[in-house]
């Protein structure tokens, strides 16, 4: 009995991974149906909902594979008609996401021609499209164009920029080793006012002492002259 029940147990498991399938299924189909464009999005949903599908076709395959291997008739019999009620349900979830996918179009192409209508007369607005479109095109290349423009005066200036810069980097260098030179005469004017400024002190000393030794020679001759018993 319990060896029984555990035989059962994948099927069940399969069954409601089914269930959940057809759940997620009928959730995109809405998704479908209320989506409000553009064309992008609703392939994107059609993407999911047919890949929903292709998982559910496999679970169905692996439980029908499974029902068909019960031993007992009954169960076998019970399981293949789920299996059949799945698929039905299926087939009513690919008539209805079909049916979503059509009115999910209408209503944006609807929507799109609203948009182009609205503001002009219907008749005159079918006959003045292409214009239009032309129009727009032009409008759209002239814009291009005048951004084209507008890059190539800013490269320009960038380019005149970039060249002030590289002027203004010569000058600040030329500046510079003309600060260095005016630096090296300065340092070199300091040494002569150092040397000057020795030499003035060394002469005012030996003025200095050529004085001294004068004065020392007329006191020893007035001496001599004037004590001559000293």
Not at 17 to 25: A, G, K, M
Request: aromatic letters at 6%.
């Amino acid at each position: 009995m319990a060896a029984a029940a555990a035989a059962l147990v994948p099927l069940r498991v399969c069954n409601q991974e089914i269930v959940w399938f057809d759940l997620e299924i009928k959730a995109a189909v809405q998704d479908i149906r209320d989506c409000p464009g553009p064309l992008s999005a609703l392939t994107e949903l059609n993407a999911a909902v047919k890949e929903k599908f292709q998982q559910l076709r496999g679970r169905l395959q692996e439980l029908e594979q499974m029902a068909k291997e019960q031993d007992k008739e009954s169960e076998k019999q019970a399981w293949l008609q789920e299996v059949e009620n799945h698929k039905k349900q299926m087939l009513s979830n690919q008539a209805a996401w079909r049916k979503a996918n059509l009115a999910c179009k209408i209503a944006i192409d609807n929507s799109e021609k609203d948009q182009l209508l609205q503001g002009r007369d219907t008749l005159r607005q079918r006959k003045t499209t292409k214009e239009s479109l032309a129009e727009s095109a032009s409008n759209i290349t002239e814009s291009l164009m005048g951004i084209s423009r507008m890059m190539s005066q800013q490269v320009q200036r960038s380019e005149e920029t970039v060249q002030t810069l590289a002027n203004s980097s010569r000058t600040i260098l030329e500046a510079n080793e003309e600060f260095k030179s005016m630096s090296g005469t300065i340092q070199l004017g300091r040494k002569l006012i150092t040397k000057y400024n020795r030499r003035e002190l060394t002469d005012k000393l030996l003025i200095f002492l050529a004085l001294a030794l004068f004065l020392a020679t007329v006191l020893y001759i007035l001496k001599k002259r004037l004590f001559p018993f000293l």
